[in-house]
């Protein structure tokens, strides 16, 4: 672990609220339509120009999403769908799995895992092994996590990899990737009781 770490120490200069999720088990237009997206409405962007489109159109989002190796991965700049239990439940449903990392402007991080339609890890890294809300659900391989507060962004991108094998490529912070306006994740899940809870 500590070589990722060391690895995405990178990580720890980007100005960026980012939501960052790898999903197997759905195709790319699947996982659009999870987080409220129209596949059709498919447009290419950079990270930088999803956000700014997403601050021009008020109340909705924009995130990136596309096949990598055998999995879709989900980006989000300045969102937070990737971390809504409900979303990862979705997206996991049947033989699926989800796993996202998230980090936002106020120091606050969240890694959030579900397999076959269940949540088997919702958390804040930043307390360790301590849980940071009642419903927080710690899996075992997050036990004795001893993250250091100076290097959570990197750590959080070298979580990812060690439990999905997908290493975060540099080049999509600057690529133009598909990219899917989505509502707020609240908006979306109105309706749906216990939608933030694990």
């Given at each position: 672990?500590?070589?990722?770490?060391?690895?995405?120490?990178?990580?720890?200069?980007?100005d960026v609220v980012m939501t960052f999720a790898i999903i197997r088990g759905r195709s790319v237009n699947e996982v659009v339509r999870i987080?409220?997206?129209?596949?059709?409405?498919?447009?290419?962007?950079?990270?930088?120009?999803?956000?700014?489109?997403?601050?021009d159109d008020g109340d909705d989002f924009h995130f990136q999403v596309f096949e990598h190796q055998d999995a879709v991965v989900a980006l989000e700049n300045n969102?937070?769908?990737?971390?809504?239990?409900?979303?990862?439940r979705r997206a996991s449903a049947g033989d699926g799995y989800f796993f996202s990392v998230h980090w936002n402007g106020n120091g606050m991080f969240?890694?959030?895992?579900?397999?076959?339609?269940?949540?088997?890890?919702y958390f804040e890294p930043t307390f360790g092994a301590q849980p940071a809300a009642p419903d927080d659900v710690i899996p075992e391989w997050g036990v004795g996590l001893q993250l250091q507060p100076d290097?959570?962004?990197?750590?959080?991108?070298a979580l990812v990899e060690?439990?999905?094998?997908?290493?975060?490529?540099?080049?999509?912070?600057?690529?133009?990737?598909?990219?899917?306006?989505?509502?707020?994740?609240?908006?979306?899940?109105?309706?749906?009781?216990?939608s933030r809870t694990p």
């Amino acid at each position: 672990m500590r070589e990722l770490i060391d690895r995405y120490q990178w990580a720890q200069q980007l100005d960026v609220v980012m939501t960052f999720a790898i999903i197997r088990g759905r195709s790319v237009n699947e996982v659009v339509r999870i987080y409220g997206g129209h596949p059709e409405q498919r447009q290419l962007m950079t990270m930088v120009e999803a956000e700014d489109a997403g601050l021009d159109d008020g109340d909705d989002f924009h995130f990136q999403v596309f096949e990598h190796q055998d999995a879709v991965v989900a980006l989000e700049n300045n969102g937070w769908s990737g971390t809504v239990p409900e979303i990862a439940r979705r997206a996991s449903a049947g033989d699926g799995y989800f796993f996202s990392v998230h980090w936002n402007g106020n120091g606050m991080f969240r890694i959030t895992e579900a397999h076959a339609g269940t949540v088997t890890a919702y958390f804040e890294p930043t307390f360790g092994a301590q849980p940071a809300a009642p419903d927080d659900v710690i899996p075992e391989w997050g036990v004795g996590l001893q993250l250091q507060p100076d290097e959570l962004r990197a750590a959080c991108l070298a979580l990812v990899e060690q439990q999905t094998d997908v290493a975060f490529d540099q080049e999509w912070l600057v690529k133009k990737l598909p990219t899917f306006r989505i509502p707020d994740p609240d908006e979306l899940l109105r309706e749906v009781e216990g939608s933030r809870t694990p």
